[in-house]
């Protein structure tokens, strides 16, 4: 078991070296966030406003006086998590509903593929926002309508995979030997087709990261006052002089959502060697 991670470290390329180390150091720094910073990252005035970055605030003060390496660390811990959670929410859902259909094709296969296309016919960041704007600012809410947007990606791929693999062999002999359907699928066709879709779910998480920014930077995210990357970036827009009020959430952006791209690239590069 300990040899592992280091099978893993040898067997994957540069690229998913460098994106898992990335993704380490981000997944560390929001533990940290979750359970210290340096100043309360909620409460304005623990500076003069707009100090540049310094000894005393690493990343200077907002216009508010408030520590901007606090709230972004207390930031790293909210958008990563909510990353996390929307795509693993996002991955067992359309990963089931995909399966299904796959499998047993019939109008059960029309229904979900319906649905899905009705769901593809929108741009999915329009979408989110619709809906994030619909029923309220929230983390409940925003990771459920991030999901849910990011299914059909999951459910094709998926669907795509058991269903070109339900006719092999072992599948009919998985059937012989008194395996129900269910039986079949759970045990035999799903865990054979889980590495494209790992592999997708990694490259998918860095657009996920962007949405929930997105969401953050318009105003209809989780709750305002709370520190999310993309509503720090909306409170610094309108103080181009004092940049790092914006600059350390952009780049906390920028390194989790290039974390789980290079992950994801390098899992597929791994694949078609």
Do not use: C
């Not at 960041?125 to 809906?131: D, E, G, R, S, T």
């Not at 002999?173 to 269910?182: C, D, E, R, T, V």
């Not at 006052?225 to 350390?248: C, T």
């Amino acid at each position: 078991m300990s040899a592992a991670p280091g099978r893993w470290w040898r067997h994957h390329p540069m690229s998913a070296r460098l994106g898992a180390a990335l993704m380490l150091l981000l997944l560390v720094a929001a533990l940290v966030g979750r359970l210290w910073t340096p100043y309360d990252p909620n409460t304005p005035g623990v500076g003069d406003p707009f100090l540049a970055p310094g000894a005393r605030h690493w990343f200077g003060t907002d216009q508010a006086g408030a520590d901007v390496f606090s709230m972004t660390l207390a930031a790293t811990a909210t958008d990563v998590w909510l990353t996390v959670v929307a795509v693993a929410l996002a991955f067992a859902i359309g990963g089931v509903l995909g399966a299904v259909a796959g499998y047993w094709g019939g109008w059960t296969d029309w229904l979900i593929m319906r649905v899905t296309e009705v769901l593809q016919s929108f741009p999915a960041l329009l979408l989110a926002m619709l809906l994030v704007a619909a029923l309220g600012n929230g983390l409940v809410n925003v990771i459920v309508v991030v999901a849910f947007v990011g299914l059909p990606g999951y459910l094709r791929l998926i669907r795509a995979e058991v269903k070109a693999r339900r006719g092999w062999e072992f599948a009919d002999a998985a059937i012989l030997a008194g395996n129900s359907g269910a039986g079949v699928l759970a045990r035999h066709l799903v865990p054979n087709s889980l590495t494209p879709l790992v592999s997708y779910a990694a490259v998918n998480a860095a657009w996920v990261a962007i949405v929930v920014s997105s969401l953050g930077f318009i105003g209809v995210g989780i709750e305002p006052g709370s520190p999310e990357w993309g509503s720090m970036i909306a409170g610094g827009r309108d103080f181009p002089d004092e940049y790092w009020i914006s600059l350390f959430p952009g780049l906390g952006i920028l390194l989790l959502s290039t974390a789980f791209y290079l992950v994801g690239d390098g899992i597929v590069d791994r694949d078609e060697r």
